[in-house]
């Protein structure tokens, strides 16, 4: 079992900045590839990032490239997400989730993901 908090949202001006962090417990942080997904209201959960078990292999969803970046610090057990340039339609529910390491394939797909967290929420205004 994996227990995940995320921390680090809150309300941003367009153009602005956020870091999100997901603290993990329970069972060994780095047997596990993490991913950020997002949910606005009145819209499907969307993936916004991914990360393998090492940090080498990184995926994003087309909204967010080129603005958002997501690392993870294995010794810390804590998965990042920076967001630059926020837009308003970036304001949703954020997401941390965990999936064991070999499934990194179906990193974006949320349906496979094995355990989550309760969510931040991201409000950027105008």
């Known amino acids: 079992q994996v227990q995940l908090v995320e921390s680090g949202g809150g309300l941003v001006q367009a153009g602005g900045s956020l870091r999100l962090s997901c603290a993990a417990s329970?069972?060994?942080?780095?047997?596990?590839?993490m991913g950020w997904f997002r949910q606005a209201p009145g819209k499907e959960r969307e993936f916004v990032a991914g990360?393998?078990?090492?940090?080498?292999?990184?995926s994003y969803g087309d909204p967010v490239k080129g603005r958002f970046t997501i690392s993870r610090d294995n010794a810390k057990s804590t998965v990042y997400l920076q967001m630059n340039s926020l837009k308003p339609e970036d304001t949703a529910d954020y997401y941390c989730?965990?999936?064991?390491?070999?499934?990194?394939?179906?990193?974006?797909?949320?349906?496979?993901?094995?355990?989550w967290g309760k969510g931040t929420l991201v409000t950027v205004s105008s």
């Open positions: 989730a965990a999936t064991y390491a070999s499934n990194y394939e179906n990193i974006r797909r949320s349906h496979v993901m094995d355990y």
């Open positions: 990360i393998s078990w090492s940090g080498a292999i990184r």
């Open positions: 329970g069972r060994t942080f780095s047997s596990y590839a």
